[in-house]
């Protein structure tokens, strides 16, 4: 079941891997490092978020269906990788899976959640970015419906980067190359957050959104400052 969970997170955010050329490498091994133990914050999510409570997951997050290269190789680079399942007596469970990286340099490939999903046999249908309120500003989340058989998954992720939470791939990749050609490699963290609807319709998606959002926005607020740091960096 780990090594299942692990493929999936694979796939959120091997977007994030680091250049392989020998030019790249030995300009980063000069850098200063994020230290590895940083990442040890992320696994400190609270235990309570509102309504919901953390409980020992259910194994039903998707069943990757296609492992290729690219998800191996984006397992080796991760530093550590979270997931929890959050459940409510009056609200849809969701499903929480996150990835922290220690060192960012300029990308050599992007395999956003939305392809992770699409190659594991999903119709993905990209939707509008949605605000998600931080204590110190909003923050732009990335969304999709998922859609597999009688299973439909709305998904909201976000994506910092040292300490910015850039929103969609052209935003992303500037961050990174703007970043990463400091004199210290920044890290970076993909949370994302996902819960099942009964009917794909446009009402459904919104209330679906609406309650990810709210439930990111208590996840950060409810969170010890170090974890919040982790997680949106500049937003806290």
Request: glycine share 8%; proline share 5%; hydrophobic share 45%.
């Amino acid at each position: 079941m780990a090594g299942r969970r692990a493929v999936l997170a694979a796939g959120l955010f091997a977007m994030l891997a680091t250049a392989t050329s020998a030019g790249s490498y030995e300009l980063t091994r000069r850098r200063r490092l994020v230290p590895r133990s940083r990442g040890a914050a992320l696994e400190r999510l609270p235990v309570s978020v509102g309504i919901w409570r953390e409980e020992p997951s259910r194994g039903d997050m998707v069943d990757p269906v296609i492992v290729d290269e690219a998800f191996a190789e984006a397992l080796r680079l991760y530093d550590l990788e979270v997931q929890r399942d959050y459940v409510a007596v009056a609200a849809q469970r969701i499903m929480l899976n996150g990835v922290f990286m220690r060192k960012i340099a300029q990308e050599a490939k992007f395999h956003w959640p939305e392809f992770c999903y699409a190659t594991q046999g999903f119709k993905v249908r990209r939707l509008d970015p949605v605000s998600v309120p931080m204590p110190a500003g909003a923050v732009r989340a990335s969304r999709f419906l998922a859609l597999r058989d009688d299973r439909r998954e709305i998904a909201l992720y976000l994506t910092r980067i040292g300490d910015e939470v850039p929103a969609g791939g052209r935003a992303l990749r500037m961050t990174i190359f703007r970043q990463s050609l400091g004199a210290s490699l920044p890290d970076g963290v993909l949370l994302r957050v996902s819960t099942l609807i009964d009917v794909d319709d446009a009402a459904r998606i919104e209330r679906g959104t609406d309650m990810l959002a709210r439930f990111l926005a208590m996840l950060v607020q409810g969170a010890a400052p170090a974890t919040r740091q982790m997680i949106v960096g500049g937003y806290v």
